[in-house]
């Protein structure tokens, strides 16, 4: 079921405050918990002050879960890498639109492997950012939080790009899904719901100790639809 559908408002469930050394059971608890995808944050310790995985960790989890895998890369240079996260079994890539290398070679090649393709935005980049690439991606990534570290706290005024992108009819030759990503909770789930957020991405939020990970999930997306219903 395609997110923004009668099936409401779709969640990501990041897997970055998971236990690291034991993410194959992460998979399992996010899956039954009802995450609709699981949104893996790749960090090169350059474009973003954090490391975390890459593409051969990706191919390892692949099969432990029937989850579409949604890979947001907070890489300098997705160019070289991204046949590897193709390969690992990606169902969808989002790169940053503020890389020096060149955008859209990255974005076609992503389509051509019938990939979905994105494009993320940090809390300051204006949405002007995507004009040059309209029609070469399906997905954009609004970033509430500065990318680089889970747990931060919501930045409300960069929310407000969610409604200009399904206002913006040129940035796509279709609806464009939109994600919102940062300090997704129960009560900002609310806020970008009312917005029309397509998919919220939640990850410190659902991995909190001595909370049923189900009942926070139920919470956020019972949320994000309500506001969505505004």
């Known amino acids: ?29 996010v ?11 790749v960090m090169d310790g350059h474009f973003v002050p954090n490391f975390t995985f890459g593409p051969k960790m990706i191919r390892a ?11 947001h890369l907070m890489i300098s240079n997705p160019a070289r890498y991204i046949d590897e996260f193709i390969r690992a079994g990606c169902d969808s890539i989002t790169i940053h639109v503020e ?8 974005l076609r090649l992503i389509r051509r492997a019938g990939r979905r393709a994105g494009l993320a935005l940090r809390p ?14 399906e997905i954009v990534l609004v970033m509430t939080v500065e990318p680089g570290f889970g747990g931060q706290s919501f930045l409300a005024g960069a929310a407000a790009k969610i409604g200009a992108v399904h206002a913006d009819r040129r940035l796509g030759d ?17 806020d970008v719901g009312a917005l029309g957020v397509d ?20 919470r956020i997306r019972a949320a994000a639809d309500a506001g969505r219903a505004r």
Request: aromatic residues 4%.
């Open 1 to 29: 079921m395609e997110a923004g559908s009668a099936g409401g408002v779709q969640i990501a469930a990041s897997i970055l405050d998971a236990d690291l050394a034991n993410l194959g059971n992460a998979l399992r608890r």
């Open 31 to 41: 899956e039954q918990a009802g995450a609709d995808r699981i949104h893996l944050d």
């Open 61 to 71: 989890l692949r099969p432990r879960t029937r989850l579409p895998f949604d890979a």
């Open 99 to 106: 890389i020096d290398e060149p955008v859209e070679p990255t």
């Open 124 to 137: 300051t980049t204006p949405l002007a950012a995507l004009e040059r690439y309209r029609g070469l991606f």
């Open 174 to 190: 279709q609806p464009l899904e939109v994600q919102v990503d940062g300090g997704i909770n129960e009560l900002t789930a609310a």
């Open 199 to 218: 998919v919220v991405v939640a990850g410190s939020a659902l991995f909190r100790k001595g909370r049923d990970m189900a009942v926070e999930m139920g």
